[in-house]
């Protein structure tokens, strides 16, 4: 550029070494002080080639001493010794009172390992969403027929109206039982499988075909538009346990006249009824799909559908008490087991609380709720609800 290096204040005047024909390199940087960059300026050759024996010696004792720094750190903040703690702790100890130790730290390691063992052994538990699409495929406890390109699509009036506006108000107009509703969509390209992969998304929140199509936006907009956009199958299911749209089932709860003789129970609050779905309970669990498929047999389900009335299941409170359905129907809607149900809405005069009274055990422990109802899950045949109550005990015990 013209400059003369004379002309740089001599705390900022290039070094120059070596050969004088040597091309060299250097690299500025320059330190700055609390008012802003100064000019102090430190210069790094890139040129190795002609370093003198002392620089050397300098930038090996420096990384000699940055490494011992690094080491004096490492060593700081190394975690303590625990072998030396144990054997300071030791130290004044039986022979017999160490070997005992021993034996107690083998016995909680070897029941470690069988816990971790029987978790891995333990079957799934089936999901909201496996459930509901076996409803689908084998159309338990069906109410309404939808017929669709001449094929009929058996469904469930509940299920649809709770997860697609479009079929809420197509469905209010025929609220008969066994209705057969012709589908007449406006959206084009839609045929028979593309339509069964529709509910199959309706009754389990993810489609059931590997159909390009359903890639296609276009597609997509015009479907949401006809059909509307239903929330997640988690939101739509927890709005049908809190309403109870189309309900057809009732669960009642039988009372021992004597105790309630005895003890002066109301017999309105013991057969106090829970509303529920067909569709829903017999998809969770078998015993109740059992239950359901034996009335059909015998005939029952036939009365109930010509007087139009739910069909009534009274359970044993001895087996199953009360206070415990909102728990096990909460479970079957949700998948979530939420025991402060117990405690937030106490059942007054049920059979349950008075048997607790005879037995001396109205006031159970949350470990002793949680024991019972785990036992009722397996009766019900209900492993989601088993699990979820199994989960609860473990963690309480940590």
Known sequence: MGANASNYPHSCSPR????????????????????????????????HGHEKPQDKK????????????????R?????????????????GWDVRDVNALVEEYEGTSALKELYL????????????QKDMAELYQYKYCTDVDLIFQETCFPVHRAILAAR?????????????????????????????????ALLHYLYTGEFGMDDSRFQNVDILVQLSEEFGTPNSL??????????????????????????VETFGGSQNCLDEELRAHKAIISSRSPFFRHLLQRRIRTGEEITDRTLRTPTRIILDESIIPKKYAKVILNCMYTDVVDLSVLHSSPSVGSLSEVQAL???????????????LYHIALFLEFNMLAQGVDFTLD???K
Not at 75 to 91: C, F, G, I, P, T
């Open 16 to 47: 120059v070494g070596g050969n004088s024909q040597a091309q060299q390199t250097f690299i500025g940087t320059s330190s700055y002080s609390h008012q802003g960059y100064g000019c102090e300026s430190k210069l790094y050759s890139l040129d």
């Open 58 to 73: 300098k930038k090996t004792s420096g990384l000699a001493t940055l490494k011992k720094k690094f080491i004096k750190r």
């Open 75 to 91: 060593k700081s903040s190394r975690s303590a010794d625990h072998a030396k703690q144990m054997r300071e702790l030791l130290s």
């Open 117 to 128: 063992q029987a978790n891995l052994a333990r079957p799934e538990a089936r999901t909201l």
């Open 164 to 196: 697609c506006p479009f079929f809420k108000t197509l469905l209010s107009s025929s609220p008969e039982y066994g209705a057969e509703i012709i589908m007449d969509i406006n959206t084009a390209g839609i045929d028979m499988p593309m339509f069964s």
């Open 234 to 259: 988690d939101v739509d299911m927890r709005a049908l346990f809190d309403y109870m749209c189309y309900y057809d089932v009732v669960l009642s709860f039988s009372s021992n006249s004597d105790l």
């Open 358 to 372: 005879v037995a001396g055990k109205l006031n159970m422990t949350r470990a002793e709720e949680a024991m019972e």
């Open 395 to 397: 963690k309480n015990k």
